[in-house]
């Protein structure tokens, strides 16, 4: 059943209802991902088999994402947020099933099935959009960004907790159990967004094909004066960020000469670190009435972060300590903080009401591909030296970087053509 929000309450308790949602969910996603390696390992996964199922999740999110963007923007929100906690609940028990029979197939399979369910992301931001006007957009979507600090910071906490208390089966139990309570809270809590009226003007229009490759959702893109441009420098920067992001571990491990464990709890507690600083910094700053946004703008906001972000990789490979990481990171996970929420914001402010959800599907689709690219390039410049990754990403940051200032030139020039028409 439909919840629509009219009263002018009602933004303000969507929001809160789609953090909890988000949050819930990458609390059961953070439990598992440092374990997959782990697990694949122990069930035989090699050289090619073990890329291909870290990689699964993200080729189906890659087909997939577009597709559910595109029926949330003609069906609404609300359903297809509730099929994406179903099918999540059911890649996590079936998670549980494979670690119990030691089946790489069925392992590799609930990867698959949980990159295929996973809408929530991009129809969450849809959402924000719905019940957010433009002033306040980057500081409604900070709170995706928040939910991803705070899930990854507590799910690998967990799970690693839970596999050191109850065994190899309990991490994907309870992060099935978690996504089946969050399945069931948001049946009865989650509002839909999108407008009666919006629903009916998209159902209405010519049926638009359901397109895996979203051929026709990059086209209008390209289209557009500057829309492409955003969504290159989000595929970029994170094709970026996933290429340090795969061998940090391995690079710790190799650096530093530590055992694997010790090299898996290192790196887990400045991930935790990164989290926690991004997840602050989004919501004392970003969100917090919108203060940097207003002052500076989103664009700008964007550049600074792509900068620090790319400063900050150029020296990554050179630390001479365990714990000068935490102070090399943390211009980083400021970065990452103020790239992140802008960059949805903008990207939403660039396409119109009704196509929300394909845009955002377009966006997520994306990024999917970067988390399939960044991780396959970032293990092989490590195959050839541990500084390559990392100065490698730092280049294409310098890249996006340009992207970045010709964007801001380019939006300049935009709104002076229009007001010269007027």
């Known amino acids: 059943m439909d919840q629509p929000a009219h009263s002018p309450s009602a933004p303000k308790a969507a929001l809160g209802i789609i953090f909890t949602t988000v949050f819930m969910d990458l609390v059961g996603f953070g439990m598992i991902i440092p374990l997959l390696p782990l697990y694949g390992q122990k069930m035989g996964a090699g050289p090619w088999t073990l890329p291909l199922l870290a990689s699964a999740y993200s080729l189906a999110q890659f087909f997939f994402a577009p597709i559910w963007g595109q029926v949330s923007d003609r069906h609404g929100r609300r359903g297809v947020m509730l099929v994406s906690l179903a099918g999540s609940t059911l890649s996590y028990a079936g998670f549980a099933l494979a ?26 931001q849809a959402a924000i ?24 910071v507590l799910g690998p906490v967990l799970g690693g907790l839970s596999l050191k208390a109850w065994g190899e089966l309990a991490p994907g139990i309870i992060a099935a159990a978690i ?7 948001a049946w009865f809590r989650l509002p839909e967004s999108l407008s009666p009226e919006l629903r009916r003007a998209n159902r209405s229009q010519p049926w638009r094909a359901y397109d895996p490759l979203n051929l026709s959702g990059l086209k209008k893109a390209l289209d557009h004066p500057y829309l492409w441009l955003l969504l290159a420098i989000s595929f970029l920067q994170l094709s970026a960020f996933a290429t340090m992001e795969q061998v940090f571990s391995l690079f710790f491990k190799g650096r530093f000469h530590l055992d694997v464990a010790t090299a898996g709890q290192r790196t ?45 990789l150029f020296l990554m490979p050179f630390g001479p300590s365990y714990a000068s990481y ?10 990452r903080s103020l790239v992140d929420p802008t960059l949805s914001s903008l990207i939403s402010q660039a396409s119109s009401a009704a196509d929300q959800g394909r845009t955002f599907g377009t966006f997520q689709g994306l990024n999917s591909l970067a988390r399939v690219i960044g991780p396959a390039l970032g293990l092989w410049l490590l195959t050839q030296d541990d500084r390559l990754p990392f100065l490698t990403a730092a280049g294409i ?22 007001a010269a028409g007027m």
């Not at 507690?269 to 002052?295: C, D, E, M, N, P």
């Not at 940051?397 to 229009?418: E, M, N, P, Y």
């Open 397 to 418: 940051s310098v890249l996006v970087f340009g992207l970045s200032l010709w964007l801001i030139h380019r939006t300049q020039a935009l709104k002076g053509v229009d």
């Open 129 to 152: 959009a719905d019940v957010t006007p433009p002033e306040r957009r980057a500081s409604g979507m900070a709170l995706i960004g928040m939910s991803f600090g705070i899930g990854f």
């Open 268 to 312: 887990g507690w400045v991930l935790a670190y990164v989290g926690v600083i991004a997840g602050s910094f989004q919501g004392a700053f970003i969100r917090g009435k919108g203060t940097l946004v207003r002052r500076f703008g989103e664009r700008r906001l964007l550049s600074a972060g792509l900068f620090l972000f790319a400063t900050m």
């Open 179 to 185: 996504c089946g309570l969050n399945l069931t809270a």
């Open 99 to 124: 670690t119990a029979w030691g089946s790489l197939p069925l392992l590799m399979a609930t990867r698959f099935l949980q990159g295929a369910f996973a809408a929530n992301i991009s129809t969450a």
């Open 326 to 335: 935490f102070l090399i990171l943390l211009p980083l996970a400021l970065g």
